[in-house]
């Protein structure tokens, strides 16, 4: 197997409650991997948080506070392995989103994570993209078929009741018949013009 350069985080986004910040800040003080995290607090609540391994390597991640929340946006280059496993499954455990470009010596594997998961992966190999894996939602196309179909039919059930309703003016000799039907079938237009909507 191909010996990994470097780990590239790039347009990484993590979004945490002050409760996830303490369990992100915590997920980094494991026994496997030596690392040093220091915690600095800005005057508007915001945390710069910077991880140094014992090589002297150094990340440094700023959460912005915004509306209670804690919010990391950018990116990150990594070349401890043991490291870039530790931002992975930070994201991963806290849902945050990120391109990942995992560089090798004569390829680049990129990973784009959805709400911490992995959503699609590419090879590139001299500027050329090859996608390897690409989730789909499968059960989630199901569902918006199904009520497509569901919507589609109650549209034929109000087609057909207009219908009704239309043979029924045409046969009515009343005026008071006719204006019960009338209102009748402004109801259905109605309906008819939400489920078209």
Do not use: W
């Amino acid at each position: 197997m191909a010996q990994r350069l470097a780990t590239e985080y790039v347009k990484t986004c993590l979004t945490l409650s002050e409760a996830e910040m303490i369990q992100f800040i915590k997920l980094f003080d494991v026994q496997d991997v030596q690392l040093e995290v220091q915690v600095q607090v800005t005057e508007n609540g915001s945390q710069e948080i910077v991880l140094r391994d014992d090589s002297g390597e150094e990340v440094s991640l700023t959460f912005e506070r915004r509306q209670g929340k804690y919010v990391c946006e950018g990116s990150c280059r990594v070349s401890n392995p043991k490291l870039s496993n530790l931002i992975r499954k930070a994201v991963s455990q806290f849902k945050g989103d990120a391109i990942v470009n995992r560089i090798y010596p004569a390829f680049t594997m990129k990973y784009v994570y959805k709400r911490g998961s992995v959503v699609q992966i590419s090879e590139i190999t001299s500027g050329k993209h090859k996608l390897v894996y690409e989730y789909k939602d499968t059960v989630g196309q199901l569902e918006r078929l199904y009520r497509q179909q569901n919507v589609e039919l109650q549209i034929s059930s109000v087609y057909s009741q207009i219908d009704q309703l239309l043979d029924e003016r045409n046969r009515s000799d009343s005026a008071s018949g006719q204006r019960s039907v009338d209102e009748q079938l402004a109801r259905l237009a109605h309906k008819l013009f939400e489920l078209e909507a």
